[in-house]
């Protein structure tokens, strides 16, 4: 079936530093991934649409200057959480949709925690 | 916009127990719907979906009725293990802006205890 690999599963950084996570599809092509920052006791809120070879599209309230995404090829895309703050803190999950599969397939997530 | 709108948990339940957890949903169109399962320290994982009025999706013992007449699709498994303690989100996808957007529920906790 699809596989979706997200890393690191954990990161802990200092205030003010950058923290780049990646999410890649194992054996498909997905040439759309999606962001989701997850807070506790709550759902899943979409970041952005990262399109392969284009910018990504933002969701309304979030900065796409502090969240950086890049979609530089069909298995790939980045999120690199810029000059992070202790209320980035969070849980982050990318997801890709194989074109043959009706449904979403959800990398392991990723546990920011900014110090 | 659309959205989903499922029961707040926790749930707990006994070992073999019969589980119900409700979700309802808005949506212009005509969406698909899924079940997404997250255990501890994991991401989502699909349990079951259906795609159109009256399908009926299962898996693992787990069934969600898709019903147009009441904008729902509620998780029921007969008989539930301990194995089955995770946070259960219920969510929708539509095609908006070119692709396909998933708006999810915002989760509900079960817990089952031996």
């Known amino acids: 079936g699809a596989v979706v690999s997200q890393h690191p599963s954990r990161v802990i950084c200092k205030s003010g530093t950058s923290v780049k996570i990646e999410c890649r599809s194992l054996d498909f092509q997905a040439t759309t991934m999606f962001w989701y920052r997850q807070f506790p006791k709550q759902s899943l809120m979409l970041m952005a649409t990262?399109?392969?070879?284009?910018?990504?599209?933002?969701e309304q309230g979030v900065e796409k200057d502090k969240f950086l995404i890049n979609h530089a090829s069909l298995t790939l895309s980045t999120l690199t959480v810029t000059s992070a703050h202790p209320e980035d803190s969070s849980f982050y999950i990318c997801?890709?949709?194989?074109?043959?599969?009706?449904?979403?397939?959800f990398g392991s997530g990723t546990r920011l925690t900014v110090v | 916009g659309n959205s989903v709108t499922q029961m707040e948990g926790p749930v707990t339940l006994s070992e073999e127990a019969f589980l119900t957890i409700n979700c309802t949903y808005t949506?212009?169109?005509?969406?698909?719907l899924f079940w997404y399962v997250q255990y501890p320290g994991e991401g989502l994982q699909l349990l079951l979906k259906?795609?159109?009025?009256?399908d009926k999706g299962s898996n693992k013992g787990f069934e969600a009725t898709y019903r147009k007449e009441t904008t729902s699709f509620h998780l029921e498994k007969g008989s539930v293990q301990v194995s089955d303690s995770a946070v259960y989100f219920c969510a929708l996808s539509e095609r908006s802006g070119g692709y396909q957007k998933v708006t999810f529920g915002t989760g509900t906790k079960l817990q089952v205890i031996p």
């Open positions: 990262s399109n392969e070879g284009s910018k990504a599209t933002y």
């Open positions: 949506a212009t169109g005509y969406p698909s």
């Open positions: 259906a795609t159109k009025a009256d």
């Open positions: 997801s890709a949709r194989d074109s043959g599969h009706y449904g979403y397939t």
